[in-house]
């Protein structure tokens, strides 16, 4: 089904910015560390205070993980949304490219998504003269995907 005959709330594109193992593993050790806190009070009270603090720190890391969805007529990324009629170009970044749009290639303004365990960025230009906003830098790990849904790609570029 094209863009143009999508009917305007089906989903074009939705990712999960979900952590790595390596971020889930850091969580298990955190509350592991828990019980060593806990021990000279009693071994019990260690692995209880284990389970609670893994279990808080899975839902905030759960609840605190953006989504991105495109639909024909509007883009959300985390709690922001905005129509595609103020959406610009788009293009995707990778490795060197991508560090420098995080970091000083990045212009104050813009609205940000990153995630550091996620490498590639697509930077979509925002093209409202009412919004200070100049564009949205959003982490992704399918960077082409999102730019042909959001489907105004930068000629020459991914």
């Known amino acids: ?3 143009a005959s999508a009917p305007p709330d089906a989903v074009l594109y939705d990712e999960r910015l979900w952590p790595t193992p390596f971020v889930w593993l850091i969580i298990s050790g955190v509350a592991a560390a828990s ?18 603090i893994f279990l808080v720190l899975v839902v905030l890391l759960v609840l605190s993980t953006p989504r ?20 610009g ?21 813009a609205y940000l998504c990153i995630r550091g ?8 230009e925002i093209e ?3 919004d200070p906003t100049p564009y949205w830098l959003v982490s992704t790990r399918r960077p082409t995907e999102l730019v042909s849904a959001l489907g105004r790609d930068e000629p020459g570029h991914e």
């Open 1 to 3: 089904m094209s863009e």
């Open 35 to 52: 019980i060593l806190v806990f021990a000279p009070i009693s071994i019990l009270t260690g692995i209880i205070a284990c389970i609670v």
């Open 68 to 87: 991105i969805t495109v639909t024909a007529t509007s883009l959300s990324v985390g709690r922001a949304h905005i129509d595609r009629e103020f959406l």
């Open 89 to 109: 170009p788009a293009r995707a970044y990778v490795k060197h490219e991508a560090t420098r749009e995080r970091g000083p290639g990045m212009n104050g303004l």
């Open 117 to 124: 365990w996620i490498d590639p960025v697509v930077r979509i």
């Open 128 to 130: 409202d003269a009412d």
